[in-house]
């Protein structure tokens, strides 16, 4: 059973902990007594309400996951978004995406620390399930932690009491704090989660604990020596730990790769062996708690105009219930579709290239023997364009043929998108939710996927890379590879060990794990985040500085605090 079918329980249980306006005055306790709060019930709800708070804040890390780095670029209707994907600092600080964020961060991270308190004494008959939720609570934590920190670094607010009424009372203890804090919630989690196998779907296990602490060390890592120290590592032993962790979770658990890259993101398919966590979502909106996935929506363009003359499709609907919502938020850089080989079968599990007929309806199916749209992942020329408009000349129902190239969506030499390419681009698939209850259904009920096994493959090629053994990381990304290959063309994807640089394993990243949300942080933590954004992203140009690899705290909240001389924004967003 998939976690969401308990979230309709604890529904109110989790709005009464996500009600007030800043970290500094969250009552996590809400409207729920003390005594309850400490019976075995009160406790396993308020752990569970944990999951709920996920949602809260799923769009936000999309967003600050992926825009401002080399993968996507704002589309024509991003307004908000361009505010981040772009680095505006003042619109940064004081952008409503941003308050949330940090908002919703701290009430999931609020509500964990209570966890932790309470769970140690309240009325718990067995110790064991004590034990896991103990555990679950930590790893929560640890989590939190993780974003909170890789996100605004030295800026971040450090608690790991729960707040009770209002406090305004900042703490900036640094970096290491964080680290340190999260290695030992990790630590004490260890000893009490349950296996994959054994686990409800979409709750905390050892094996999502396990993938947290591969993440954390490998993010420990690439900061200086005086942090790792501090944290109580070394870079070589995050390095050594962490391959470690990729080895187990490759090989002691039920994980496994899907041969069909595409039906890992399958609508049809949100329970699978590749998938290690997930965001869950129910079509059953009862069981929501009225937080339904919107992100389908923002990586879909115009489908029914033409990149080439802004023509009309008339074969298309401005919205469709397979097709998707159109938003025009987010779109493919150039240089995300042309890292791809044309033999690679991701590219074609990642974006849609062909759009069919849809007759009467925008909520029927296409009709998939007429094709009336292809936006190829190549240059077009002016007679393939003319020969598919004049295809309406011979067919049946008189259907043009819309032909277009990436010459139309972008400029080839800048890679900045045309005027007609920031609305008609290619779709993010990975996202698409069809099952929306109708075409222009902004509630989406997919689930979204944090963590799979293809990102351990690329993390453990990465940590073979620091270690010297290219040989080894060569292997392991052939192995990745084998379900991308086409079959004739197995040559065009083979991997030698002198291929394997950091910028090749983060091109693969991309391969793997384009749009999937957590590209910025990933960038970020291997040091290239400014050289790849400046080099591959055409809207950041002359505008992104060394210090925008952190995010600015929201103005309010450095606002409300009272003690403005230790608790401030910032210093290069300070002006």
């Known amino acids: 059973m998939k976690l969401k079918y308990w979230t309709f329980i604890i529904a109110l249980y989790a709005g009464s902990l996500c009600s007030c ?21 009160g406790c396993e709800r308020l752990v569970l309400s944990l999951y709920n708070t996920h949602r809260d804040f799923l769009e936000r890390l999309y967003l600050f996951g992926s825009m401002g780095a080399d993968e996507q670029l704002v589309a024509v209707n991003g ?18 995406w941003n308050r949330d964020f940090w908002k919703q961060l701290y009430n ?70 964080f680290y340190k804090q999260m290695l ?16 409800q779907w979409g709750r905390m296990n050892e094996g999502i604990r396990k993938f947290i602490l591969m993440k954390v060390l490998m993010s420990l890592a690439g900061y200086p020596d005086d942090v790792i120290s501090a944290a109580g590592y070394t870079k070589e032993r995050c390095y050594t730990d962490a391959l470690a962790l990729t080895k187990s979770l490759r ?17 049809d398919n949100q329970i699978n062996d590749e998938i290690i966590w997930s965001v869950q979502y129910s079509t059953d909106k009862t069981y929501n708690g009225g937080g339904e996935n919107g992100l389908h929506r923002y990586g879909v363009g115009w489908y029914n105009k033409s990149a080439v003359d802004n023509k009309a499709i008339t074969t298309l609907w401005s919205h469709s219930l ?30 849609q290239e062909y759009w069919c007929w849809i007759p009467t309806d925008w909520n029927q199916k296409p009709v998939y023997s007429d094709t009336v749209l292809i936006r190829h992942f190549r240059t077009v020329t002016d007679e393939e364009v003319a020969a598919g408009r004049q295809r309406a000349e011979t067919h049946p129902l008189g259907h043009e043929l819309f032909v277009e190239g990436l010459n139309h969506m972008y400029n080839l030499q800048t890679g900045e998108p045309t005027m007609n390419g920031r609305s ?30 293809g990102e351990v493959y690329l993390s453990q090629a990465e940590l073979f890379m620091y270690m010297g053994q290219k040989e080894e990381a060569a292997k392991v990304i052939t192995e990745l590879r084998k379900r991308a290959l086409t079959e004739g063309h197995e040559e065009a994807l083979k991997v030698t060990p002198d291929m ?9 990243y991309m391969r793997e794990l384009c749009m999937e949300g957590f590209r910025w942080y990933t960038l970020k933590r291997t040091g290239k985040l400014l050289e790849r954004a400046l080099k591959y992203n055409p809207d950041v140009k002359d505008k992104m500085k060394a210090y925008h690899v952190t995010r600015p705290i929201p103005q309010n909240e450095v606002d409300v605090v009272t003690n403005k001389d230790e608790f401030h924004q910032l210093p290069e967003y300070d002006k």
């Open 500 to 508: 394997i640089t950091l910028d090749f394993i983060l091109d693969e």
């Open 79 to 96: 307004n908000d978004w361009r505010y981040f994907g772009e680095y505006f600092d003042t619109q940064m600080i004081n952008n409503g």
């Open 251 to 267: 090989s002691d658990y039920n994980y496994r790769l899907l041969d069909d890259y595409t039906q890992i993101f399958d609508v």
């Open 322 to 351: 397979y097709y998707g919502r159109e938003y025009r938020w987010t779109m493919p850089s150039l240089f995300m579709i042309q890292n791809f080989n044309e033999y690679d079968k991701r590219l074609y599990g990642s974006l």
């Open 184 to 199: 030992e919630d990790l630590n004490i989690a260890a000893t009490g989660l349950k296996l994959p196998q054994n686990s």
């Open 108 to 177: 999931s991270l609020n509500v964990a620390n209570l966890a932790t308190e309470i769970i140690e004494t309240a009325e718990i008959k067995d110790e064991g399930r004590r034990a896991e939720l103990r555990a679950e609570a930590h790893a929560l934590r640890a989590f939190y932690f993780w974003i909170i920190t890789e996100t605004y670094g030295d800026g971040a607010h450090f608690t790991t009491e729960s707040t009770a009424g209002v406090k305004t009372i900042g703490y900036q203890p640094g970096v290491a704090t």
């Open 21 to 41: 306006s800043d970290f500094l005055s969250e009552d996590p306790k809400g409207n729920i007594t003390t005594n309850y709060s400490e019976t075995e019930e």
């Open 424 to 453: 008609c681009y290619h779709t993010n698939l990975k996202l698409l939710d069809s099952s929306r209850e109708f075409a222009k259904d902004e509630k989406g009920h997919k689930d979204f996927i944090w963590f799979r096994l």
